[in-house]
């Protein structure tokens, strides 16, 4: 992949519109490879190409040269972040307002139940006389997005570390991160039972018993399901 160099950044962050271009056009490649995860979603591929080099171009101009990391590295949750917000603003997967009030709904449900019985999806889509789908769906659409930028931890000497800064400075992460894309993408084309086991285990840290009384079903199926999704994805992964 073409490396860019410090001089032609600092170029391009002084308003140098050649340098910005070649920059921009000498890491095509890198755009491409993020824009072909979104394929098929009802979007011109070279919109969404043009949509990913606007985040290229954010990158750039906030990239700080002092960093190790790469700024093929560095662009790349800009780069997927325009494009999503792009789809998000278009109405592809912009948050309805039925959406909204049954998130407001699962909230209050939530803060009555707390000193209570464990509050199951099964046991809110019951009371709010929704499908477990629809509350998925309204825990998922409304969960904040975060930023790049935003503290994630202390690092032990009462200095704040970013998300940007937990990247690693030694080795070029673009290809796990675009991994990480392909992963989400595969966990979407799931069945809704599948999703939610997968989901609630990984993501969310819960115990195969804990996921079997969320969704009424054995302990033993939970564990069947989860081996032949992990089989399915590995070998989706592996192709």
Do not use: H
């Amino acid at each position: 992949m073409y490396e860019t160099s410090v001089d032609d950044i600092l170029k391009a962050q002084n308003k140098d519109m050649q340098a910005l271009n070649d920059i921009v056009e000498k890491n095509s490649g890198l755009v491409w490879s993020i824009v072909k995860r979104f394929i098929g979603r009802g979007y011109e591929k070279e919109d969404l190409y043009q949509i990913g080099c606007l985040g290229f171009v954010k990158a750039i101009q906030r990239y700080d040269v002092t960093f190790e990391t790469k700024i093929s590295t560095y662009a790349v949750p800009y780069i997927l972040g325009e494009i999503k917000r792009f789809i998000r603003d278009d109405g592809m997967i912009k948050v309805s307002r039925s959406i909204k009030e049954l998130s407001i709904k699962i909230r209050e449900l939530q803060n009555q139940y707390k000193e209570k019985e464990e509050l199951t999806i099964n046991k809110m889509a019951e009371i709010l006389g929704v499908t477990i789908e629809d509350i998925n769906l309204a825990l998922e659409a409304t969960r904040p997005i975060e930023s790049i930028n935003e503290e994630s931890y202390n690092d032990g000497d009462k200095n704040n570390v970013s998300k940007i800064e937990q990247i690693e400075n030694k080795k070029d992460e673009m290809a796990n991160i675009i991994d990480k894309i392909a992963l989400k993408d595969l966990i979407g084309s799931l069945k809704e039972r599948e999703k939610q086991i997968i989901l609630l285990r990984y993501y969310r840290g819960k115990t195969q018993t804990q996921v079997s009384k969320m969704l009424g079903i054995t302990q033993v199926q939970v564990s069947r399901i989860e081996r032949r999704v992990l089989d399915f994805m590995k070998q989706k992964l592996a192709s």
